[in-house]
C-alpha cells in the first residue's frame, strides 16, 4: 500500500481525492497548509506528495523545496487552478515530476499516481530553485491543451541540460517562444539570446553571419565582423530553417557541434564556443535524411530532444487563454481597452483552421483591435475568410470539395491565394500574415502556380524586395 499526502488548502477537495485515492487502496493523509504538510511528511513518509500551488501562507512551489530536501526521493504532482508557463516550469525544476489543473481529471491524476509509483530506481532530482523574474519572456506562451502541458514540462526538463534541442512544427505556432523559454530557464538566463534565420541569406551571406569575417576575406569585407557564434558565447545561439541549410553549411554545423569551434571566413585560426545550440525546422527532416538534401549525422545530433508543436487547429482549447494574452499585449502595445470579444467571434474563431496558427491569430487580432473604435471586437471587424459563415473557406471552394475531402496542400494553397489576394499581393504584408519567409512564400506561389490578377508571375520580385 501506498502512502500518499495531499496538501491543498481546499479542504473539500482534498476530502474528496482523500476517499476516491482510499478506494484505490493508497494510505493518504491531508493537510491545508505547507507548514502543515512538512510537519505530517517528517513524520508519515509519504511515498507521492500531491502540492496545491496558490495556498494561503507558503504557496507550493516555495514549500517545494522543503518537501524535496526533507524527503529526497519524495515523488510529487503539483495541481493548480491556473494555467501558465512559467509556474509549470519552475515546479518541475524545483522537482515535481507532473503539473495537472484544477478541476482535477481523475483518470488523469490515476495514471500519473500509477506512472510515479511504479517507477524503479530511485527519483532523479536535477533542477533547483528558479528566480521567477527569469522565467518566460515578455511572449509568454499560453495553453491548456494536454499537448501545450506536456512541452511546458519538457522545457522545464532540458533547460538546465546542455543537450541540443529540435523544435518542430509548423510556420507560425511559436517555436521561437520555445527556445527563448528554454533559454531563460537556463542556468545562464542573463547570457545572450541570438537568432538566426537560416533562409533568409544567401549561403557565403550566411556564412559570415554565422561565423564572421576578417576584413578583406570577400568584397565588401572592409571591417572584421563577429559571427553569431561568437556573439552567442554564454548564452544561446538559436537556428529557425534549419532545414533550409545547404550541403557546404550543414558540413560545417555539424563540426560545430562536434567539436565546438569554427574559423571565420578569411581566418587563419579556428575560434571556440560555449554556446548553447538550438535549432527549429517547419518541414520534415527525416524525409529530407531520406531524400538525401539533409545529412543523417547532423539530424540526429540536432534532435537529441526534440520538441514538437502543434498547430492550432489541432488545439483549439487553449484558444481563449491565447485571445485573452494577445489581446492584453495588443491593447497595451494600441493604447487601446478592449475588454469584449463577441460571441460571433469566438465562433468563427472556433470553425476557423489557423493555417497561420498563433501568428496569423495575433495577426488578425492586432488588425481587429487597431478597426475597433468602441469597447468590443465585433465580427465586422475580422477579415473577410473569419467573416464567411462557419467556415475560412469560399462558398464556392467548398461546392467544389468538403473540408474532410481537403488536403493540407487544398488548405494552404486557399489560404496563401486569399491572403495574396488581402494584401494585393504584397510580399512583405503577406509574409507577416502567413508567418513565412520571403523565400518560403515564393516556393509556395511556384509550387501552386499561383498568379495576379494582372496575370503576371508572382514569382517575380516586387519593388519591395529590390
Not at 47 to 67: A, K, N, V, Y
Not at 81 to 94: G, V
Not at 95 to 111: C, M, Q, R, S
Not at 225 to 230: A, L, N, R, W
Request: net charge negative; charged share 25%.
Amino acid at each position: 500500500m501506498s502512502k500518499i499526502l495531499i496538501v491543498d488548502d481546499d479542504d473539500a477537495s482534498c476530502r474528496t481525492l482523500q476517499f476516491h485515492l482510499r478506494s484505490q487502496n493508497h494510505d493518504v493523509e491531508i493537510s491545508g497548509s505547507v507548514d502543515e504538510g512538512l510537519a505530517v511528511a517528517d513524520s508519515y513518509h509519504p511515498d507521492l506528495l500531491i502540492l496545491d500551488i496558490r495556498m494561503p501562507g507558503r504557496s507550493g512551489l516555495e514549500g517545494l523545496p522543503g518537501f524535496k530536501k526533507l524527503l529526497p526521493s519524495l515523488h510529487v504532482i503539483m495541481i493548480t487552478a491556473f494555467h501558465d508557463m512559467e509556474s509549470t516550469i519552475e515546479a518541475m525544476q524545483l522537482g515535481a515530476e507532473d503539473y495537472i489543473h484544477k478541476p482535477i481529471d481523475i483518470d488523469e491524476l490515476d495514471t500519473s499516481i500509477s506512472r510515479l509509483l511504479t517507477t524503479t530506481g530511485e527519483s532523479e532530482n536535477l533542477f533547483i530553485s528558479t528566480n521567477s523574474e527569469n522565467i518566460g519572456d515578455t511572449l509568454s506562451m499560453v495553453g491548456r491543451s494536454r499537448a501545450m502541458k506536456e512541452i511546458f514540462k519538457t522545457i522545464g526538463l532540458v533547460a538546465k541540460s546542455p543537450a541540443t534541442v529540435l523544435i518542430t512544427g509548423e510556420s507560425g505556432t511559436g517555436k521561437e517562444l520555445v527556445a527563448r523559454a528554454i533559454h531563460r530557464s537556463s542556468h545562464n538566463p542573463n547570457g545572450p539570446f541570438v537568432a538566426v534565420n537560416c533562409a533568409a541569406l544567401v549561403e557565403t551571406l550566411l556564412e559570415s553571419d554565422m561565423f564572421g569575417h576578417e576584413k578583406g576575406a570577400f568584397t565588401g569585407a572592409v571591417v572584421r565582423q563577429e559571427g553569431k557564434f561568437s556573439l552567442a558565447r554564454g548564452g544561446t545561439i538559436f537556428l529557425d530553417e534549419v532545414g533550409e541549410l545547404s550541403p557546404g553549411m550543414q558540413a560545417k554545423l555539424l563540426r560545430v557541434i562536434q567539436y565546438k569551434d569554427f574559423t571565420p571566413l578569411g581566418a587563419k585560426q579556428s575560434q571556440t564556443t560555449n554556446a548553447r545550440l538550438i535549432t527549429a525546422t517547419n518541414v520534415d527532416l527525416a524525409e529530407k535524411v531520406n531524400e538525401r538534401t539533409f545529412r543523417e549525422d547532423l539530424f540526429y545530433r540536432l534532435q537529441v530532444v526534440n520538441i514538437h508543436l502543434p498547430p492550432l487547429r489541432e488545439r483549439k482549447e487553449d484558444l481563449m487563454d491565447l485571445i485573452q494574452t494577445l489581446m492584453g499585449r495588443i491593447n497595451k502595445e494600441l493604447h487601446r481597452n478592449i475588454t469584449h470579444i463577441s460571441k460571433e467571434v469566438l465562433e468563427a474563431f472556433e470553425y476557423y483552421e489557423w493555417p497561420g496558427n498563433v501568428r496569423e491569430l495575433e495577426n488578425v487580432l492586432m488588425k481587429s483591435i487597431a478597426l475597433s473604435q468602441g469597447d468590443s471586437l465585433t465580427r465586422d471587424q475580422l477579415p473577410e475568410p473569419l467573416r464567411e459563415e462557419k467556415t475560412a473557406y469560399s462558398n464556392q471552394h467548398r461546392k467544389n470539395k468538403p473540408l474532410t475531402e481537403q488536403s493540407l496542400e487544398d488548405i494552404e494553397r486557399v489560404h496563401v491565394k486569399r491572403v495574396l489576394e488581402a494584401t494585393g499581393w504584397h510580399k512583405g504584408q503577406a509574409c507577416e500574415i502567413l508567418g513565412v519567409s520571403r523565400p518560403r512564400l515564393r516556393r509556395l506561389i511556384r509550387q501552386y502556380g499561383l498568379i495576379s490578377r494582372d496575370d503576371v508571375e508572382i514569382d517575380s520580385e516586387m519593388n519591395e524586395d529590390a
